[in-house]
């Protein structure tokens, strides 16, 4: 009998079975298999009088593969559940237990953090048991969800335009929406700066007889450029040489952020990308996880790969640019002690492996590998000067930089700007005064905060505490599908829907929705994982504050009106106005339900060809769905029909209809 080791996804099951040897085999559940169910008090699948007790079914689609896995479990001599290392990889795990009626005598649950040989056999020398805090901690972010999610979007639903709200979702639109109004509501205000131009160098008016000095209007500017001279005392030259300290390896925020400025990748395709490196690539003769686990808030790097990369960088660029392991600040809500996103090997370099990977996965491994041996080189030494000038008690100020020693830019520069603006040395001047060759006003206005990008929403997520590595993506997907923002010029602009939502949430649950609310909330399930909170009573005081809010939103919440077209209801002679149904917009009269009038679209009839089969016209028509097809005009006694688009040509071969497909004209019979 052999040991029967679980994870999830299909794609690292074999090569993970590779690394074990015959006498395991190595199954996949394909993701979750259980959720829970829509039944009981508002469709919860959660007993609100039982300590939220939750009412698990399988997924669908899942019956038979975990038919499958009980039977492989039972056949076996041991059970190994080799999920994700994170809060729901453990929650996966202890439902794959639940589920498949594992004995507590009888599995073991390993983590690893790659996928690379070393690694897999090291884990499964340390199986442990599910850690149920850290379950309880992903059940209750599971519960908390479901009942927000359900019951205030069945709330939404009934009284705006739009579908769903959220924890997390509905706070990340209050920001989009803040940040709006805020640039809305700014004022510019006129400023002005003044320079001088020198023969090798500008310098920038900063102060007046000691003290900084602001310029508001054109006639203030005027009236000090009047009282300069053109020649211009050398006050004080300052030289220091400063370090430029390297960059701490990605964690996913930070990987997102940067994916979506360096490489333009939206954080869904940097997430999917990481997801294929992390699980493995085809590298020739053997299957390899190229990255580690890239759900992380971590920075911590493991003492192997650290020891490993000095000697690395010894080997390659001297000892001189061996740095030293970064700490960051102390952060409450670095949910595990995983490692940051690194390589598996630093010896596995991009260029070496660059035939094995697509474009797009090239460019992330590369941006992750240069980043990771960047944050372990040497610091950057940089030889700052700065002078200033003085005319009429006017001081002038030229700031200057030159690197002296590269150290982590050896490898980084190209992800980093870090040009030198070098200043003359004013040691070699003969006179300690300087003639400018041109001094003028320069008109500025003061602008807004910018729009939330991608990467910019993330970290500002990421700074309040909101969410976690494993929801920054999906966060950003929901506000799109459910059309709460529009995407202009990679900035977030909150459509007319997102602004009521937030609008409505703010008028009835401003207590609940809001950042601080939020981040608490993840505070307290980072203590159910640490045992230091209990699940239930978590759940049962947001519930307490909840309930009552949902209640009075229901009553008193107002509905929005739909919009009125101008026409009247030909039946009753009320308005006509334009109601969202499942399949779009309508226009329907607004006395429903006492009229029940639906104005009928006028079809514009798009004859496409004549039909083989009767010989009337193929005309183009619409699913209740809105998709398009092709079929017979004389429906139902004829009912030929094709999802492809035809030419109006027949088959030389069959005498078929040639239809349009992306790989060209084919026939819609034979395939020709």
Known sequence: MKNLVIVESPSKSKTIEKYLGSDYKVLSSKGHIRDLSTTGKYGLGVDLEDN???????????????????????????????TDPDREGEAISWHLKEALGIKDNNYGRVVFNEITKPAIEEAFKHPRLIDEDLVHSQESRRILDRIIGFRLSRLMQSKTDGKSAGRVQSVALKLIVDREREIEAFVPEEYYTIEADFKDFKAELKKYRGKDIEIKTAVDADEILSKLSNAYNIDNVETKLKNKQSKLPFTTSTLTQMASNRLGFP????????????????????????????????????????????????????????????????????????????????LRTPESIKKYLKPDEYKLYNLIYVRTLASLMADAKVEATSVDLENQGYIFRANGSVCVFDGYLKVYKDYEESEDTILPNFANYKSKVIVASKVYKLQHFTEPKPRFTEAKLIAELERLGIGRPSTYAKIISVLKERKYVQIKDKKFYPTSTGITVTDKLQEFFSSIINVNYTANMERELDEIADAKLVWYEVLNKFYKDFDPLLQTAFKQMEKDSPEETGEICPEC??????RKGKYGSF?????????????????????????????????????????????CNNYPKCNYALWDKPTGEMCSNCNGLMVEKKSGIICSECGK
């Open 52 to 82: 939220f007790k939750p009412n698990y079914i399988l997924m669908k689609g899942k019956t038979k593969l975990v038919s499958d896995l009980k039977k492989e479990a039972k056949n076996a001599s041991k059970v190994i559940l080799a």
């Open 267 to 346: 954080a869904s395709k940097t997430m999917s990308i990481a997801q294929t490196l992390y699980e493995g690539v085809n590298l020739g003769e053997d299957t390899i996880g190229l990255i580690s686990y890239m759900r992380t808030d971590s920075i911590r790097l493991s003492d192997v790969f650290v020891s490993d990369t000095k000697s690395y960088i010894a080997s390659n660029f001297g000892k001189e640019y061996i740095g030293y392991v970064k700490t960051a600040k102390s952060n409450d809500n670095v949910q595990d002690a995983h490692e940051a996103i690194r390589p598996t090997s630093i």
């Open 573 to 578: 002679g009320s308005p006509l106005v334009v």
């Open 587 to 631: 226009v329907a009269c607004s006395n429903y339900p006492k009229c029940k009038y639906v104005k009928k679209e006028e079809k514009t009839i798009v004859e496409i060809c004549d039909c083989p089969k009767c010989g009337h016209k193929i005309i183009e028509k619409k699913t209740k769905r809105g998709k398009t097809f092709y079929g």
